[in-house]
């Protein structure tokens, strides 16, 4: 079992600093490696946990960003929806994205003219990113306050002078 966790990390790690490419018309998702469509190419849905999606070209689908940003140069369109969880979604002058935008522990920086045909959600806060950590957050508590009181009662406290103690 620990060698498939630290295989898992060492994928994950080797691919943090590069950068995928987007060929024409096809569904493209990724760990850990930047996507990018180039300008003049036409993609369908993107998908990127842990990266970030680079918009040179057109989207026909969608656009999903994980724990990344998305950034959508001046001009272009997505025709689906854009969703970005925990990074900033930023849109070129004029671009467009005909579906929803949703950004949730983010921001949204929009050029002029930029816009969004659906629904525009927008929850920026870093803070919302702990959220779903809240409940390990009060497990790990309780699991520290059981040891605790279990070691307090394990040791008696030493005697002072006079045989008084606390």
């Not at 140069?73 to 997505?78: A, E, L, T, V």
Request: hydrophobic share 45%; glycine share 16%.
């Amino acid at each position: 079992m620990m060698g498939v966790s630290r295989f898992a990390l060492l994928l994950v790690l080797a691919g943090v600093a590069s950068t995928a490419p987007v060929y024409a018309e096809s569904d493209h998702v990724s760990v850990g490696h930047d996507l990018t469509v180039a300008d003049g190419e036409t993609a369908d849905d993107l998908v990127c946990v842990l990266c970030s999606v680079r918009v040179h070209g057109e989207v026909k689908g969608d656009v999903v960003a994980i724990l990344g940003s998305v950034s959508v140069d001046s001009g272009r369109s997505i025709a689906g929806d854009v969703v970005t969880v925990g990074g900033d979604t930023s849109l070129g002058r004029g671009s467009a994205v005909n579906g929803d935008l949703v950004v949730v522990a983010g921001d949204l920086n929009s050029g002029q003219g930029a816009s969004v045909g659906g629904d525009r959600s927008v929850v920026s806060g870093r803070g919302w990113l702990l959220l779903p950590l809240a409940p390990l957050l009060v497990l790990a508590g309780v699991i520290w306050l059981i040891v605790w009181m279990v070691r307090r009662g394990r040791y008696r406290f030493p005697m002072y002078p006079q045989g008084r103690g606390f």
